[in-house]
């Protein structure tokens, strides 16, 4: 299995980003996914998450109203789009797997990991 984040640079505050994961080695219909990050210096933090199916939705409250997260189950591949960026959004931000329904927003949930893409936001 193999997830692959993307999208990530720097970026003024107030601005946006898109990041990408694409999957592979999965049957991906039936994976939850999900976006967590972790700043310098602080621990993983859940972002958001998606069902398999794409109905339902989960977000964390410091990023609620400001991303968004989709999924095109055709081309294994999970958006998160990122408006209003603020300076303690800075991280790298990592998507996760994992067979279910979903939505979950523990890490230690999900069972596969990506690689990781870096968020700078600048003030």
């Known amino acids: 299995v193999q997830l692959q984040a993307s999208g990530g640079g720097l970026v003024q505050a107030g601005g946006s980003l898109r990041l990408s994961c694409a999957a592979s080695g999965l049957t991906f219909g039936i994976h939850t996914i999900g976006w967590f990050r972790q700043a310098p210096g602080k621990e993983r933090e859940f972002v958001a998450a998606?069902?398999?199916?794409?109905?339902?939705?989960l977000y964390a409250d410091s990023v609620k109203g400001r991303f968004t997260i989709s999924r095109d189950n055709a081309k294994n591949t999970v958006i998160l789009e990122m408006d209003n960026l603020k300076p303690e959004d800075t991280a790298v931000y990592y998507c996760?797997?994992?067979?279910?329904?979903?939505?979950?927003?523990?890490?230690?949930?999900?069972?596969?990991w990506g690689q990781g893409t870096l968020v700078t936001v600048s003030s």
């Open positions: 996760a797997a994992v067979r279910g329904r979903g939505p979950f927003s523990r890490g230690p949930e999900y069972d596969y």
């Open positions: 998606i069902s398999r199916s794409g109905d339902t939705t």
